[in-house]
């Protein structure tokens, strides 16, 4: 903790998501240390920078955490929230993870213009994830599908949807539910 021992410094990354993730947290801290004050530090990952590049072609192992690990390092913040998803499997020196919180639902949802599922959207239809698992799904049940790389957090890939980028896109239901977007799915994966 900093020098300050009433005062928690929490890097976090700025989209809505990040920040519902992070204020979660934060409430569970404050709830079991009164008096406890909590500063939220936003930091930017190149991640975050590198929009308009597919993440697979990136390739760089912690692309969404490496920059809130050098605010640890280097004493910047004195924790960090972030994903277990986007977690590299192998975590850096000096890095540890102190607590995960229960899981939320881990479903796959699809969110169409239309309101189609998966099986009632279009041949053709242009469906977005930067996953490639999720690709490689579609892939199989729907050949005829035009696979798009969609970048961006959670509102935007909703936007792109709406905009119609793409005619669908591939998400997590867990940030739609953190985010009250429950609504907006059209069909979700079984458990």
Request: aromatic share 2%; net charge positive; proline share 3%.
């Amino acid at each position: 903790m900093s020098t300050d021992t009433e005062r928690l410094r929490v890097g976090t990354r700025a989209s809505r998501l990040a920040l519902w993730q992070t204020n979660h947290v934060i409430a569970r801290l404050e709830a079991s240390w009164p008096g406890l004050r909590v500063e939220r530090v936003p930091i930017t990952t190149l991640g975050d920078r590198m929009t308009t590049v597919a993440l697979s072609r990136i390739g760089d192992k912690g692309l969404f955490t490496r920059e809130l690990e050098d605010g640890l390092r280097s004493g910047e913040i004195d924790m960090a929230v972030h994903s277990l998803k986007d977690l590299p499997t192998e975590l850096s020196d000096g890095v540890a993870i102190s607590a995960v919180l229960q899981r939320e639902d881990a479903r796959d949802v699809l969110i169409s213009r239309d309101g189609h599922t998966l099986d009632g959207l279009p041949r053709g239809a242009r469906i977005g994830t930067s996953s490639l698992r999720r690709q490689a799904q579609v892939a199989g049940l729907r050949p005829d599908a035009a696979l798009v790389d969609l970048r961006g957090n959670v509102p935007t890939r909703l936007d792109k949807v709406a905009a119609g980028e793409v005619d669908a896109a591939l998400l997590a239901y867990a940030g739609l539910r953190r985010l009250g977007l429950e609504s907006r799915v059209a069909e979700a994966s079984r458990q």
